[in-house]
């Protein structure tokens, strides 16, 4: 077997077409993970009555059970509950109606949603229970306190885990092929079949996976750093 550059560089290049793709599905994913987590982990870590056994539950299934589980789950469970409840009311819409790519961010919403609840109760046990305690002592209703003081510094506590977390969601975009979503690694599989160069191909994408994920960290770096800063005073 022998390297071809020319095509190394050709698959790259044509590889770059879908990078937006799999960002998209990354932050978006991420992003409603963190929700999701926010408020699984708030639940859990204040032990809300009834819902907290099913947050509970929610983060042992998903974080005990492979991403592409969950995928194939949501992609042929979906479709059966929109259908049924649309001939139920009488509704015109079809599950077939629905982009693949809802599936994917379905699907890798609530997976992320799991771990992130982990990342931030983390952050919020790292928070002395003296800082909630001060904060009704001078007045502060139990949302502000968690506003002005916790969530501040559980998010400085919990960016080391949370830039994983997006690292990991960033690297398991690569499953959404399972249901025809052409990502980074889809469509180097695309590009390498007109002519068996697998490999070249996947070193491509391997190239674009390591690119984006140094800019995650870096970015990262950057903002630990600047809320370093406001931690030690050092910003008016």
């Known amino acids: 077997m022998k390297l071809d550059p020319s095509f190394i560089w050709k698959a790259f290049v044509e590889l770059l077409s879908v990078v937006p793709t799999t960002l998209l599905i990354t932050v978006v994913s991420v992003a409603c993970g963190l929700l999701i987590g926010t408020a699984i982990a708030l639940i859990r870590t204040f032990r809300v009555p009834v819902l907290h056994p099913v947050a509970a539950a929610y983060v042992t299934f998903f974080r005990g059970t492979p991403m592409i589980t969950h995928l194939l789950l949501i992609y042929f469970g979906m479709p059966l509950i929109v259908d049924g409840v649309s001939a139920f009311f009488g509704w015109p819409f079809r599950s077939s109606a629905i982009p693949m790519i809802a599936f994917a961010l379905l699907s890798f919403s609530i997976t992320a949603g799991a771990y992130a609840s982990e990342v931030v109760r983390s952050g919020l046990i790292a928070v002395s229970k003296g800082q909630l305690e001060a904060a009704y002592s001078i007045g502060m209703t139990t949302p502000q306190a968690l506003r002005r003081i916790v969530f501040p510094q559980a998010f400085a506590a919990s960016l080391p885990n949370i830039t994983q977390l997006f690292i990991g969601m960033l690297h398991g975009s690569t ?52 809320i370093q800063l406001y931690n030690r005073g050092g910003v008016a």
């Open 175 to 226: 499953l959404a092929f399972a249901v025809s979503v052409v990502e980074i690694n889809a469509k180097a599989q695309i590009v390498a079949a007109t002519n068996w160069k697998f490999f070249d191909a996947y070193l491509a994408a391997a190239l674009i996976f390591w690119g984006l994920t140094v800019l995650i960290e870096r970015a990262a770096g950057l903002l630990e750093r600047r």
